[in-house]
C-alpha cells in the first residue's frame, strides 16, 4: 500500500528539522563540519519532502539544487531556492570524507562561519517549503493547474 503523499512529505519535513536541529547542536560543540553536513540534508529531506507531498512516488539524488530545481516544476517559488542549494551541495561529500578535501580532514576543514551560513541556507529552504505548503490549501497552484488543464 502506498503512503498517503501529504502525510509522507510531512514525515520528510518532520526529519529535516530533526536535523537542523542536530545541526544547531553540532555547531555549539564546535563540529562545524558536522553541522554543515547535517544543513545540507535538512535542505536534501525538505525538498524530498515536498517531491513526495506532490504525488512523485521516487525522488531520487542528493543534490539541493537539483532537488529544488525538481520542485520548481510543481512551483516557481523553488526557482530562487536553486542557487541556495547549490551552496549547501558543498556539504555533502567534503565534510565526511577526508579525500574530499585537497589536504587535511573535515574535522579541521569547516569553521563557525561555515556552520553558520550552512544553517542560514537550510533554514531558508525549509521556511520556503512550508510556506508553500501552507499556501497550497489555500490556492491553485498555476502550473499544475495548466498541466492538468492539458491533460
Not at 514525515?11 to 536535523?19: C, S
Not at 554543515?36 to 525538498?47: D, R, S
Not at 531558508?124 to 497550497?136: K, M, P, S
Request: aromatic residues 8%.
Amino acid at each position: 500500500m502506498r503512503p498517503d503523499p501529504r502525510e509522507e512529505g510531512k514525515r520528510w519535513l518532520q526529519q529535516a528539522r530533526q536535523d537542523l536541529d542536530d545541526a544547531r547542536y553540532n555547531q555549539a560543540g564546535g563540529r562545524y563540519h558536522l553541522a554543515c553536513f547535517l544543513a545540507q540534508q535538512a535542505g536534501e529531506k525538505v525538498l524530498k519532502g515536498y517531491l513526495y507531498a506532490q504525488g512523485v512516488e521516487r525522488v531520487w539524488g542528493h543534490s539541493v539544487a537539483d532537488l529544488a530545481r525538481q520542485a520548481a516544476e510543481y512551483d516557481a517559488h523553488f526557482e530562487t531556492l536553486i542557487g541556495v542549494g547549490g551552496g549547501l551541495d558543498r556539504h555533502y561529500i567534503p565534510t565526511r570524507y577526508p579525500n574530499g578535501l585537497p589536504g587535511g580532514i573535515p574535522a579541521e576543514a569547516f569553521d563557525a562561519e561555515d556552520a553558520e551560513k550552512a544553517l542560514r541556507q537550510a533554514q531558508h529552504i525549509i521556511r520556503q517549503v512550508v510556506e508553500v505548503l501552507e499556501g497550497a490549501g489555500e490556492q491553485a497552484n498555476p502550473r499544475t493547474t495548466q498541466r492538468e488543464s492539458t491533460m
